[in-house]
């Protein structure tokens, strides 16, 4: 069989489609858009070759339309989980055995379906299942979901040809081996992209995965599952279960074969998962890779030479995208006063003319949060504004979820550096800002170090090159992603690997070689071509 040193097509960043008025892509969704939203579906789950139903059924609705049904998943137990977890380790042997450049075809060739025809469809349920606009489920589901295919096949080509140097009479070899076991992923609702890197990335490491997703999230899942099939993903390699976590983690976290966990979710979650672990420790055939992005409460600072008027628009666009839940999402401001008033200006004005409601209406900026729950607990920190007399409301404030989980983007400015919404993750449209005496910028630096344990993203905004450096070297502690004179959202693929540090993640940096590495144990293979045959040394002779 002819061999070869194969490269994979030179990955670009797949381009955002503008969907102006009349285009070609603009049709195509609102019409995928129209089917989907006509249409309830009965979302199986896809362990081994099966696709399995049960008697318990869970609704899924539009965050921005609750009281209409897309349709139902079906919920799984722990018989389930077992079943998976057996799906995975049966086909663990011929997976990870299959050359490496045909694991790559499949994910390279869902990189095409991706762009191509399912296009729409994966855009049209990321928008109607997570209440993203157009704008922001193209730059998710489509654009950085084919990036992570295609950069990641690159990445793993890179990995398996750095090689060790050899001394004279050898060669030495280093191969990277898929983890011995099974690896778990929990994917969160905001990023279908996400959702489908977590399992896509230790499987093109040629590991087997189960998969479980975000209640609210199921109904994308089911397109990227569809994608990977069509793309010729054997059965078994990832296994799609949608059970409650805690009866995943019954199973999963107690077999002896588990040897990985990909995250992303909450802190809390994300802690009680490392110390279950932990304590299971001694079951495991081998330490269990723990990868984890988890919360975030990302900051923007600005100097007193910023420029207000960009310095409003980072705020706006990297607070109140996506209503907010963004893990990157900008969720506390500190500004000097000397600019304060031009700046407010600007972001005020900005916000009247901001339209929220459904996705479906393409000039809506802001659509739902993604469930009651997450309604109920942003309107709870809103609330604690309102009765507070060290911080008041100067945009927004108002929320509805009698037809929709709305939330007007709020923007909150406080006389106390610690208030509540200046420490505690929101994860909704809410920004609260903190104005300082410009003269104390490095006491406004440490403030933002000492106020957050996460560390995920941040922003300087400044003209001053000083003050940049000084803010970027203070604060090289406090974000694993650092913007200078932008927001801190938007971290793309090949171009700003993303995560971070402290309480938000173990930074192992998404969409990067450093993840791709997470997934493998190297073997260093040493070959000896003249093997000694004496066991003596020089230095034992004294004549």
Known sequence: MPKGIFQVPTPINEPVKSYQAGSPEKIALKAAVAQMRSEEIDVPMYIGAEKVTTDEKVRMAPPYDHKH?????????????????????????????????????????????????????????????????????????????????????????????????????????????????????????????????????????????????????????????????????????INLIYTDGPVAGEVIFKHRDFAGLHFTGSTAVFQHLWKTIGENISMYRTYPRIVGETGGKDFIIAHKSANPKALATGIVRGAFEFQGQKCSAASRAYIPNNIWEETKGYIVEDLKSVKMGSPEDFTNFVNAVIDERAFDKIAGFIDKVKESNMAEIISGGGYDKSKGYFIEPTVVVTQDPMFLTMCEEIFGPVITIYIYNPEHFEEALELVDK?????????????????????????????????????????????????????????????????????????????????PTDYRYPFMEEK
């Open 69 to 237: 049904t897309l349709g139902y998943f079906n919920r799984g137990d722990e018989g389930h989980v077992e079943q998976a977890v057996n799906a995975a380790l049966g086909a663990k042997e011929a997976w990870q055995n299959l050359s490496w450049e045909h694991r790559a075809s499949i994910f390279l060739k869902a990189a095409d379906l991706l762009a191509g025809p399912y296009r729409a469809k994966i855009n049209a349920a990321t928008m109607l299942a997570q209440s993203k606009n157009a704008f922001q489920a193209e730059i998710d589901s489509a654009c950085e979901f084919i990036d992570f295919l295609r950069f990641n096949a690159h990445y793993m080509t890179q990995i398996y040809s750095e090689q060790p140097n050899s001394a004279p009479g050898m060669w030495n070899r280093l191969e990277h081996r898929p983890l011995e076991g099974f690896v778990f992923a929990i994917t969160p609702f905001n990023f279908t992209a996400i959702a489908g890197n977590l399992p896509c990335a230790p499987a093109m490491m040629g590991n087997t995965v189960v998969w479980k997703p975000a209640d609210t999230q199921v109904y994308s899942a089911r397109v990227i599952m569809e994608v990977l099939r069509e793309a010729g993903l054997p059965d078994g390699v």
């Open 451 to 531: 106020t957050s344990d996460y560390a995920l993203t941040g922003a300087i905004f400044s003209d001053d090159r000083y003050a940049i450096e000084l803010a970027t070297k203070k604060l090289v502690n406090c974000a694993g992603n650092f913007y200078i004179n932008d927001k801190p959202t938007g971290a793309v693929v090949g171009q700003q690997p993303f995560g971070g540090a402290r309480g938000s993640g173990t930074n192992d940096k998404a969409g990067s070689v450093l993840n791709l590495l997470r997934w493998v144990s190297p073997r260093t293979i040493k070959e000896t071509f003249n093997p």
